[in-house]
DNA sequence: TTGGGG
């Protein structure tokens, strides 16, 4: 087995390594005939820099994936390489072999995963518990970087980092699946189109078709959820990702704008590390949701300073209720229920004022609201209808 | 063969 320290002075050698694995690249398709994942290994030899090893395997399934963090991989018979300055290994399907263990200290030498042709030895297992000891005192690389924002901070075209928790994995149109994750901050509010004709074109989500309640109702009420999208490239995302539940720390994630909403997708260049409950990132995610609520509550972000909506909303007949958010309403388990919300007014239908009523003289208007947490539709129908309208108008125009 | 990144 050689320590990683010693891979440099090996190019072309076909070696045995173990380490602990950092970080991993989300499996995709290469521009040949596997799928790739590219691991980062350290050692007790040598943390920096880690060590890359580019795996290529042509079944997704087959490809490690990382159930921990700190779990180790035994890898035999990669061959080392140099790119530029940089030294790597490269796991061939043909004559390479690995294995996974659970870092956690134990005598269990069974690995979660291997590849087909991997074989431990009994010369293996003392390495093994190495690596299980050493990781009890060396501090892996917590979620900061200079890459790292927050929900809040994001921008259009931009590459970042997020320390996020990953809330579930959907297929949401043939061969595109979709990452929700939320660190419980607001994506900032777009502006969008106020041109009446062409108001009816806003979508609620994303996403073409509803998704499923088993996905929604794990979604937190405070906060958004981002939608990351992973195109075709990656497989079919869902079967192979296995990180969901888990606080990440996502790499080279990339922003844009669809529709008046905020879409991340994966790169070639996204890559996860996965975090402790305890990192101090994610200590600081959870402090910061939770002095947020305590100050102001389920109200968004982008509100804290525009007292008019306040003022505005105090017209309502509920002024003791406290502020929901519409993912409250959406993951409401109740059939009927009054809620208090600030939201934007981003759109009406019909958007002429001739049309509001109907031939028999009913009104029935459609207004698309949202807030930081979703968007939806609200209908505002009968006498009423026309003066719920012209409140909407005034938050929308400012007119308050 | 493929990949490699701030």
């Known amino acids: 087995m050689m320590p990683l320290r010693d891979v440099k002075d090996h190019p072309k050698r076909k070696v045995n390594l173990i380490g602990i694995v950092v970080e991993f690249s989300i499996p995709r398709m290469s521009e040949g005939t596997d799928y790739c994942t590219i691991l980062k290994v350290v050692d007790r030899s040598q943390q920096s820099p880690e060590l890359s090893v580019n795996v290529f395997i042509d079944d997704v399934h087959q490809l490690p994936h990382i159930r921990s963090r700190r779990d180790i991989i035994l890898l035999s018979c990669v061959r080392i390489e140099r790119h530029k300055q940089d030294v790597y290994a490269v796991f061939n399907k ?37 690596l299980r000891n050493w990781c009890l005192t060396f501090q892996l690389d917590p979620g900061i970087s200079p890459y790292v924002v ?17 809330l579930g994995v959907c297929e949401v149109s043939s061969n595109e699946w979709v990452l929700f994750i939320w660190d419980g901050t607001d ?10 004709e062409e108001q009816n074109s806003t979508r609620l989500q994303i996403e073409s078709v509803p998704l499923p309640t088993s996905i929604i109702s794990n979604f937190p009420c ?69 002095e947020r609520l305590s100050r102001s509550g389920r109200v968004p ?9 306040i003022t505005v909303l105090t ?66 129908c009968g006498e009423d209808a026309v003066m719920q309208l012209y409140i909407l108008l005034m938050l929308k125009f400012g007119l308050a």
Request: aromatic share 12%.
């Open 315 to 380: 017209l309502t007949d509920y002024e003791s209720t406290k502020f929901a958010t519409l993912m409250d309403l959406l993951t409401f388990s109740k059939d009927k229920g009054r809620f208090r919300c600030i939201v934007r007014v981003v759109a009406i239908c019909p958007s002429q004022v001739k049309d509001f009523w109907s031939p028999a003289g009913l009104s029935r208007i459609r207004v698309t609201l949202e807030d930081p947490t979703a968007r939806i539709h609200a209908l505002l």
């Open 222 to 290: 405070v906060g958004t959820v981002l939608r990351v999208i992973a195109d075709q490239a990656f497989g079919k995302l869902g079967y192979h990702f296995h990180s969901i539940g888990q606080w990440v720390r996502i790499r080279n994630i990339l922003f844009e704008v669809d529709s008046g909403l905020w879409k991340g997708f994966l790169t070639c260049a996204s890559k996860v590390r996965l975090l402790s409950e305890n990192d101090n990132s994610v200590a600081e995610c959870k402090r910061n949701l939770t």
């Open 187 to 196: 994506v900032p509010p777009l502006s969008f189109n106020t041109k009446l």
């Open 301 to 309: 972000m982008s509100s804290y300073h525009v007292s008019n909506f």
């Open 94 to 130: 043909s004559f390479s072999s690995f294995a996974l263990f659970d870092g956690k200290c134990s005598s269990v030498f069974s690995p979660y995963q291997t590849s087909p042709a991997f074989c431990l030895l009994d010369s293996d297992k003392p390495f093994i518990t190495s």
């Open 150 to 166: 927050s929900l809040n901070d994001i921008k259009e075209r931009e590459y970042v980092d997020l320390v996020c928790k990953v």
